[in-house]
């Protein structure tokens, strides 16, 4: 089993940047897909990003592509999200999932795993 708790989460204004860490627990986090949701007020939860068990592939919602970066250190039981040009749409609980899968995985029903969610407020 892997418990994962979000940080990094906060407030800032349009076009700055937060580096989003989801620390896992267990032995067994390096055979894990991770990925990274989010939820605004009033949506539904949609993919952000996703990276494979040993970091070499990774995946973006199209909205993120090109701003976000998913990361890995399996070393620390550690996956971050680097997220610049931040816009006001990308205000959301932002949660970090795990699921024992070698691929990339980008439904959130192949996900195990939950994190509590860390907010991240962008104002224009």
């Known amino acids: 089993q892997v418990q994962v708790v979000e940080s990094g989460g906060g407030l800032v204004q349009a076009g700055g940047s937060l580096r989003l860490s989801c620390a896992a627990s267990?032995?067994?986090?390096?055979?894990?897909?991770m990925g990274w949701f989010r939820q605004a007020p009033g949506k539904e939860r949609e993919f952000v990003a996703a990276i494979s068990w040993s970091g070499a592939s990774t995946d973006y919602a199209d909205s993120v592509k090109g701003r976000f970066t998913i990361s890995r250190d399996n070393a620390k039981n550690t996956v971050y999200l680097q997220m610049n040009s931040l816009k006001p749409e990308d205000t959301a609980v932002y949660y970090c999932?795990?699921?024992?899968?070698?691929?990339?995985?980008?439904?959130?029903?192949?996900?195990?795993?939950w994190g509590q969610g860390t907010q991240v407020t962008v104002s224009s």
């Open positions: 999932a795990a699921a024992p899968l070698i691929g990339l995985v980008v439904t959130a029903t192949s996900y195990d795993y």
């Open positions: 267990g032995r067994t986090f390096s055979s894990y897909a």
